[in-house]
């Protein structure tokens, strides 16, 4: 979901990505201009692959992450490793293991939790990896930011207007993810600099 994977819909009859990145860097620059700071460049970038699991995240870390010499790494990872029904504990310590490597390059994770599903196979899933993932990011002082609560009905799952299919999101959903991710993680950080 990072490189912002779609369904084809009737919005979108190709499934073109749209990377929530995109938009979290014109809220950036947007708030930046607003509070007339000039000197921060900032330069946001999005490393994910369609279909990737944590395993695959840790593999990539070092050659692809680290080339950017970032000051904060958003990860948002565990959705895809729900399916195979590995442990729950396990894909939290595998985040953890992110969250480390993150630190022992100079910089700070921005912990994310999964979004919710309409699917009915994976909600207590989700709804349990993102207690540990929140538990961790306590323990360990990282900013977390509740993705499942801005993304959520009233019944409890993902609301269908942010997806064009049970669990991938849409250009709303993914915006909504940015504009969350800006408001509970980004303007904090931001005021931190003033």
């Not at 000051?71 to 595998?94: F, R, S």
């Not at 999101?169 to 509970?184: C, P």
Request: glycine share 8%.
């Amino acid at each position: 979901m990072t490189a912002g994977f779609q369904s084809p819909s009737l919005d979108n009859p190709n499934g073109n990505n749209f990377p929530y990145t995109r938009v979290l860097e014109q809220l950036i620059w947007s708030d930046l201009r607003q509070r007339n700071i000039t000197n921060i460049g900032v330069v946001v970038e999005n490393e994910g692959i369609n279909g990737d699991r944590i395993g695959g995240m840790i593999l990539r870390f070092n050659p692809r992450v680290t080339r950017h010499k970032p000051d904060y790494v958003i990860i948002w990872g565990g959705y895809n490793d729900l399916h195979p029904n590995i442990e729950i504990q396990k894909i939290a310590l595998d985040l953890k293991k992110l969250y480390d490597m993150t630190r022992q390059i100079g910089a700070e994770p921005i912990a994310c939790s999964l979004t919710p599903s309409r699917r009915q196979s994976t909600p207590s899933r989700i709804i349990e990896l993102n207690k540990q993932i929140e538990t961790i990011c306590l323990k360990e002082k990282i900013l977390y930011v509740n993705l499942y609560n801005a993304l959520i009905d009233a019944e409890g799952k993902l609301d269908s207007k942010y997806t064009n299919w049970g669990g991938h999101l849409n250009n709303l959903g993914y915006t909504r993810v940015a504009e969350t991710i800006f408001d509970k993680a980004i303007k904090k950080i931001i005021s931190d600099m003033e």
